[in-house]
């Protein structure tokens, strides 16, 4: 092989570390995210495919891998595209059927439930393949190098996992969770490809029960804590017997209810990031391409600091910064993700797949896309 | 002359990307003609780009590299950092080379997608009036009814009836030579209720109620005559019913076509739709307007009373204040101005006519609250 001997990309040997880098900058996006909001505002939102667009170019350009600039190719009318499609063959007849029944049969007749049921199912089930269309669009939209991500697999049986799981977690009060986790991303991780290579999910589940279980018995504890204090409250409401009284009682439990209600949030918003930080870790330590091994080195302190900011800047800006919020999650990824092994790029052959020929409508309809 | 006759080809290092896989070609770059030629570092030739079809888009903010792509192989990349090319080869491209945050950004979407959201705001605005009116006369009118009954039972007072009998004579012999003139697709059920609002209203379902506050103000049997037609129009018209469909048909597209990723932009929807319907609301109180008058007519009343009713109205309600507003005002409510429905009225006053109440008629219909017997209704 002749060509060989002029690449200028070292194989990655053992021990080596390779490291994604993020050069992304606040100043760079913020003329991007200014002119989308704009541009959002006049259009009532129908702007968002092409910003959402504009955004990701830049989010994924900003990231390097060995040197080498990852790429976005997707494109405003692709999405829009996609938009249109659901908007037009799913939505549209589902809203009109579920208008003429509400219209036509009064609201105590039989098929009204049915009607509920059925359209609940419908948009049940497609959840899960906005999810994973999603995946497959952006993925088969990321190049590197010139060689295009993929996903294979179908989205209706991921689907079908994800109504199984939501089930079985509610059946068992959370306690599947992290199994649901696990095998929802060994899906996805599993059907992942980069040009003709795949990558490989696998792991035990055990080891994420450990903080699930501290954090489970924290978050309900307080639950409960809140809910039988909160009634011996409101039994000291219904004994007062004049009016003093009972503006007294009322003023302690809105006080009370406000305040537990905060320290709630705020000790199961804590919980959630310490079991998902080790849940992130363990998901990378579970996955392998070709011979290369990944670490995410993610904190509970990072994590919450990722959250507490970006929940701050989507209030500050009312919802115009979530451009921000997603370059800090690529930076938090970027940061502190690791692959170690070796791997011979040169090696990977360009994916056969283009990718669907356009996206993510079911996931705009549900508002489930990550970025 | 003759020395630079025969310039040297400019050429520099880079890196190629052929789309084939994911190897990182050295390569050496150089422009021949207007083609840039693309060669492996042991001399074969990679690739050759006509600069007609290439966009070029900087890789840093110091623009110290940068990477180039061609129209004809949308996977291959070339990348190069050398400025003496860079700056021969800019001018020739297909477009302005680009920072990498403007990247992918086309004034023409831009504008494409305003004109576009422009015309599908316009296709709204014409078809909503023209697709509720079908829909509405698909309801059965015993759902419609018991809509009906659940609005009035919503309105402060409007199920508290008034009805001193003589005075509820008054009421349905107006309501019946009303009835007879106008197309009603299903019978009205007119009464005078103690409710707090100074107004009357139709409900779906053909209920209508009039203020105790209302008759109050009025003068003549002319006026009371020219609420009622109004109201009963609507009626003829479905516009009850058909608003709500509006009010459902529009929040169920506008639910659809958002995307959820900002409170105001939502908020600015909600208001965009609001003024949808208040515009169409106005319309059916025009179409109430016109077709009140015709009927009046019809039935042998004069349409004087709709005129000084208005007339009156507009002074109690301080109509100067509401115009100091200016048009505003107007777009913001779900009837149009006093000043505009006089105006209309009056370009058709006839005079003929006769009253539509005897003078007793009126005194008990204007005391038909007098007495304590109010009844509420089911």
Not at chain 1, 16 to 43: S, W
Not at chain 2, 171 to 179: E, F, G, M, Q
Not at chain 2, 205 to 216: H, N, P, R, T, Y
Request: glycine share 8%.
């Amino acid at each position: 092989m002749a060509n060989a001997e002029t690449s200028t990309a070292p194989k990655i040997q053992g021990g080596e570390t390779l490291r994604f880098e993020h050069d992304g900058r606040v100043g760079e996006l913020l003329p991007i995210v200014l002119l989308n909001t704009l541009l959002n505002v006049l259009t009532l939102s129908l702007y968002r495919f092409w910003s959402k667009t504009r955004v990701r170019r830049y989010l994924w350009d900003s990231t390097n891998l060995l040197g080498d600039r990852l790429e976005y190719t997707g494109t405003g009318g692709e999405l829009f595209k996609g938009f249109l499609f659901v908007f037009f063959v799913i939505f549209l007849p589902i809203a009109a059927a579920d208008t003429l029944v509400t219209l036509y049969f009064p609201p105590d007749h039989p098929i009204q439930v049915v009607l509920r049921l059925a359209v609940g199912l419908t948009f049940g089930s497609l959840i899960g393949v906005a999810i994973y269309r999603a995946r497959r669009y952006r993925l088969s939209r990321t190049r590197w190098r010139g060689v295009r991500a993929n996903q294979s697999g179908s989205s209706l049986a991921y689907s079908a996992r994800y109504i199984a799981f939501i089930l079985l977690t509610i059946i068992t009060l959370g306690w599947v969770y992290p199994i649901m986790r696990m095998r929802l991303m060994g899906t996805m991780m599993n059907n992942t490809w980069f040009g003709d290579r795949q990558f490989h999910f696998e792991g035990s589940v055990g080891s994420l029960y450990k903080r699930f279980a501290i954090c489970w018995f924290l978050f309900v504890g307080l639950l409960l804590t809140f809910g039988v204090t909160l009634k011996h409250l409101s039994s000291g409401f219904e004994l007062a017997t004049d009016a003093e009284n009972i503006a007294e009682a009322g003023a302690a439990m809105a006080t009370y209810g406000v305040v537990g209600s905060l320290v709630l949030g705020i000790v199961s918003g804590t919980a959630f990031c310490i079991y998902k930080a080790a849940e992130l870790r363990h998901f990378a330590k579970c996955t392998r391409f070709e011979r290369l091994a990944f670490e995410l080195n993610a904190t509970i302190g990072g994590l919450i600091w990722l959250v507490i900011g970006n929940i701050l800047i989507l209030l500050l800006t009312l919802g115009f910064g979530v451009a921000f919020t997603q370059m800090r999650k690529f930076r938090f990824f970027c940061d502190r993700l690791e692959a170690r092994g070796t791997i011979d790029a040169d090696a990977i052959i360009q994916s056969a797949d283009q990718g669907p020929g356009f996206g993510e409508g079911l996931a705009d309809a549900f508002d489930v896309g990550a970025i | 002359m003759l020395l630079t006759s025969v310039p040297s080809e400019p050429m520099a290092n880079g890196a190629y990307f052929d789309g084939k896989s994911a190897k990182k070609h050295a390569v050496h770059v150089s422009l021949v003609g207007m083609e840039l030629t693309i060669q492996a570092e042991r001399g074969e030739r990679l690739a050759t780009w006509p600069l007609a079809d290439v966009c070029a888009v900087y890789e840093d903010k110091h623009k110290s590299s940068m990477r180039l792509r061609v129209a004809s192989a949308s996977d291959t990349a070339l990348i190069i950092e050398d400025h003496s090319l860079v700056s021969r080869i800019e001018p020739d491209l297909l477009r302005a080379s680009r920072k990498r945050s403007d990247d992918s950004f086309i004034w023409l979407h831009a504008f494409g997608v305003i004109c576009a959201t422009a015309i599908v705001a316009a296709i709204f605005y014409f078809t909503f009036p023209l697709l509720t009116r079908p829909i509405a006369d698909l309801v059965p009118v015993e759902w419609e009814k018991k809509i009906g009954v659940t609005v009035v039972e919503s309105i402060p007072g409007a199920n508290r009836f008034c009805n001193s009998e003589s005075g509820k004579e008054s009421l349905a012999k107006l309501t019946r030579s009303l009835s007879r003139v106008m197309d009603l697709p299903y019978p009205v059920s007119v009464n005078v209720a103690r409710m707090e609002l100074k107004n009357a209203f139709a409900a779906p379902g053909g209920f209508i109620v009039i203020g105790q506050k209302l008759i109050a103000e009025m003068e003549s049997p002319d006026e009371f005559a020219g609420v009622l037609a109004h109201e009963m129009a609507h009626i003829a018209e479905r516009h009850p019913i058909s608003r709500l469909i509006h009010i459902f048909g529009i929040s169920i597209l506008f639910e659809l076509m958002v995307g959820g990723d900002a409170a105001v932009v939502e908020a600015l929807l909600e208001g965009t739709s609001l003024l949808l319907f208040l515009s169409h609301s106005r319309d059916d109180e025009r179409e109430a307007d016109k077709i009140a008058r015709e009927s009046l007519i019809k039935a042998g009343y004069s349409t004087r009373g709709l005129t000084s009713f208005f007339v009156r109205m507009q002074s109690a309600y301080g109509g100067d204040k509401k115009d100091a507003l200016g048009p505003m005002s107007s777009w913001l409510s779900t009837h149009p101005s006093f000043a505009e429905r006089i105006a209309s009225s009056r370009n058709q006053n006839d005079d003929g006519g006769k009253p539509a109440l005897s003078d007793a008629e009126w005194f008990e219909l204007k005391t038909i609250c007098d007495n304590n017997l109010t009844t509420r209704r089911r």
